[in-house]
């Protein structure tokens, strides 16, 4: 069975001759919007943080506003608030267009938005009040923790209720990995919010069970859904088949079997067995095969019939190829540096912190927004009001991201041969820091640059909204 590859309008209304929505899409409307103007509120709140702590990296402080509340606080607002809040918007979006599943209980999904993003808000508020945790991304107090479990149940149980009631027998990869992604993170998030904060484990077993959890949140939810996303548009915009689709299912099997036994790779050199940390470094290069897969079927469909020069004519799509081509790098990256001799030298650089923005960034949200210049038109009924801010926004988040991810690589690899070579001073190697630290302010003028011009565009077109909220078409 291959996916669904109507042709698409990713830049425009649909035609005259047909009402704007479907009865499909009349449905979903409402809790879409509201998902997607969280989602792109709390991405400008998180670049005007990142440029805090990259002026911060600079020499420039205050109290209250200092490196450690501002660093965590826009990593915390980046992923659950813009990253969350799209997906939570796309995946309902996807699984209904694909089951024809018509949302009959749409304020249920909006209250779980609601309580998502008021928790999310005290989060953040406690973050800098100083109540925090010491783990990444559990950081907001323990309390917020079941506050979000819920939300999500009712903001993202509705994709696996579409995926049930599809009126035929037939799946496609989309809802596989959309479905699957559903499933494991409310138990990874309540499991990481027991063992490491509510009831913490005992010895090493806390770290193992944050770095599992680590992995489950960013390649199993964020990466998930994403890639359900290039499932569905490549092949509708393209209007043609996924290359070696009948091999999608080998790659969501071996995506969901071992991506999240990755996390523990991380703790290479740690004082936890060896056999713990030999699980996450077979898991990486098992993981390799479902990446090398989704390449096949990703870049094999665009190689093909001049796929590379339409998808760079189509903003959907130009979006979406680059966050397919980040993945790909991404699996290679994780797999080659969880061997014991390449780690052994990043270790403890910004190395890592590159390797989890190309996967967040340059694949997870770059993919965000081409499912937004697809979608967004099709719910407002409305045109971009600006091309020229489209232009804007893929420029300077490309450029952003290609060169923030290069430096944080290179300066990580870098950084990593010289503290092995006791032969360099450590003045040297903080030289190197310095460089990054400048870098880092550039780059996150640009990315603050392109968001605010995809925000402006995004509010504009929803404000001069003309598509009907209640009535639609049957398709």
Do not use: C
Request: charged share 5%; no cysteine.
């Amino acid at each position: 069975m291959t996916q669904d590859n109507r042709s698409g309008r990713p830049q425009g209304r649909p035609s005259p001759g047909e009402s704007r929505l479907s009865r499909v899409e009349a449905q979903l409307r409402g809790p879409f919007l509201l998902f997607f103007v969280s989602a792109v509120i709390w991405l400008l709140v998180a670049s005007v943080l990142g440029l805090i702590s990259a002026l911060q990296l600079r020499g420039v402080s205050g109290e209250v506003f200092t490196f450690g509340h501002v660093s965590a606080a826009q990593h915390n607002l980046f992923i659950y608030g813009w990253a969350f809040n799209a997906f939570f918007a796309i995946n309902l979006w996807l699984t209904s267009q694909l089951g024809r599943f018509e949302l009959r209980n749409a304020w249920l999904v909006s209250l779980g938005a609601i309580i998502w993003n008021v928790a999310l808000t005290y989060g953040a508020l406690s973050i800098f009040a100083g109540d925090l945790n010491g783990f990444s991304l559990l950081e907001m107090p323990r309390t917020v923790g079941p506050v979000l479990a819920v939300a999500f149940l009712l903001s993202a149980f509705w994709p696996i209720v579409a995926y049930a009631q599809r009126p035929t027998g037939h799946s496609f990869a989309s809802q596989w990995f959309v479905v699957g992604a559903s499933f494991v993170f409310p138990l990874a998030y309540l499991l990481a919010q027991l063992l490491v904060l509510w009831n913490p484990a005992s010895g090493v077993v806390q770290a193992i069970a944050h770095s599992w959890f680590i992995q489950n949140l960013l390649l199993l939810w964020l990466g998930g859904s994403a890639l359900a996303a290039v499932y569905y548009f490549l092949p509708k915009v393209l209007g043609r088949n996924i290359t070696g689709y009948y091999l999608a299912s080998v790659a969501f099997w071996t995506f969901f079997l071992f991506a999240g036994w990755t996390g523990t790779a991380s703790l290479l050199g740690s004082p936890i067995p060896v056999w713990v940390q030999s699980v996450g470094v077979v898991g990486s290069a098992m993981f390799l095969v479902s990446v090398i897969i989704t390449a096949i079927n990703f870049h094999g469909t665009l190689s093909t019939q001049s796929g590379w020069s339409l998808a760079w004519n189509s903003t959907t799509l130009r979006f979406i190829s680059l966050g397919a081509v980040a993945f790909t790098l991404y699996g290679v990256l994780n797999a080659l540096f969880s061997f014991r001799g390449f780690n052994a030298v990043v270790r403890f650089t910004s190395f890592s912190a590159g390797q989890e923005q190309l996967l967040t960034y340059a694949f997870a949200s770059m993919v965000i927004f081409g499912s937004a210049y697809f979608i967004l038109p099709r719910l407002t009924g409305s045109l971009w009001p600006s091309t020229k801010l489209v232009h804007l926004h893929f420029w300077a988040t490309a450029i952003g991201a290609l060169g923030s991810i290069s430096a944080s690589l290179a300066v990580g690899w870098q950084s990593g041969k010289q503290l092995a070579d006791p032969a360099v001073p450590y003045a040297q190697v903080l030289t190197a820091s310095a460089g990054l630290a400048s870098a880092s302010l550039i780059f996150a003028i640009l990315f603050l640059v392109g968001h605010v011009a995809f925000a402006l565009n995004a509010f504009g077109m929803i404000l001069k909204s003309s598509a009907p909220a209640v009535e639609g078409r049957h398709d």
